[in-house]
């Protein structure tokens, strides 16, 4: 199961991070304009569910960079592939890649119960799913949808005590605790109060994916989404697997799901003609007989 792991590591980041820059480190972009920040982590949570409330179901199509790191390669291996993505606020998502060949070769969904993921292609052939009631969202941090659904603007941030609010420069930053120790940053560019990057840490408050966003669309009024998303494993050395995901401008579009389109998109596929399948429980991995 340790070489399933490493083989999926970078699909599993892509529940927590995206898109402006490439990596862990800032690059050289031109200077955002100063506005005043926001006086409390109420004020910042009014105005982030303000967005959020804005929210519809949407469709749009895409590109996929993933470049990943094989072990003594010095250099990462790129696939790029077309996605499909389908969302119905707030919990119900999907996203389908297609490799040449190889349709659906890459499906990831949830919906209010559950959650699941599917790798095609013969050289991995595996399906995950688990139950969000037996998750820690923190544990199952690479491998959650909800993490997407976050990078679309649909964060869900209380006003309670786990959070707190300072200022990074043109950022407000939001800061969720757990017990004392930092498993999520929010950075909100005061301007607009659209988010531009969230970090993720694991359980000992070390970074361990960072979700960037850029390049918001607006597609109904007082409705912005980012057309341009990346997630990037933040690993100790400079090997750093990621993917980009860059959404045609035209496609973004409010949707009329129906209950058709509904019940094929959001239920859970069957686990067919996989090699491997596991049932996700917290941090554990249980193998199912098909």
């Known amino acids: 199961m340790d070489s399933q792991r490493q083989n999926l590591r970078l699909f599993f980041y892509f529940a927590s991070a995206i898109l402006i820059l490439a990596g862990c480190a800032p690059e050289v972009r031109k200077p955002l304009k100063v ?24 469709k749009a199509n895409g590109q996929c960079l993933l470049e990943y790191y094989v072990e003594g390669k010095r250099k990462p291996h790129k696939e790029t592939f077309s996605v499909k993505l389908w969302v119905n ?25 559950v959650f699941w993921l599917s790798i ?16 820690d969202s923190a544990e199952i941090l690479m491998i959650n949808p909800k993490t997407l659904l976050e990078a679309l603007g649909i964060a869900a941030v209380d006003a309670g ?14 800061t ?11 950075y909100v560019y ?46 100790d050395d400079k090997h750093r697997d990621s993917l980009s995901i860059t959404l045609d401008l035209e496609s973004i579009k409010s949707a009329e799901i129906t209950p058709k389109q509904q019940n094929v998109l959001f239920n859970r596929p069957q686990p067919r003609g996989f090699k491997h399948v596991y049932k996700i429980a917290g941090r554990d991995w249980i193998e199912q007989r098909q």
């Open 120 to 135: 095609r292609p013969k050289e991995i052939s595996t399906y995950w799913w688990g139950e969000w009631s037996q998750q």
């Open 190 to 235: 005061s301007c607009d109060y659209l988010i531009r990057k969230i970090e993720y840490f694991d359980i000992y408050g070390k970074l361990a994916v960072v979700a960037e966003l850029d390049k918001y669309e607006q597609v109904l009024e007082g409705l912005f989404v980012p057309a341009s998303i990346k997630i990037s494993e933040c690993a």
């Open 176 to 186: 969720k605790r757990r017990q004392g120790v930092v498993i999520k940053k929010i």
């Open 35 to 58: 506005c005043p920040g926001k006086g409390s982590v109420a004020e910042a949570v009014s105005a982030l569910q303000s967005h959020r409330q804005n929210i519809v179901p949407l």
């Open 89 to 113: 606020p707030p919990v119900e998502i999907y996203l389908q890649g297609d490799v040449a060949l190889v349709p659906k070769a890459v499906v990831l969904g949830s919906n209010k119960e």
């Open 161 to 174: 005590p786990s959070w707190s609010l300072s200022n990074d420069g043109v950022f407000d930053v939001l």
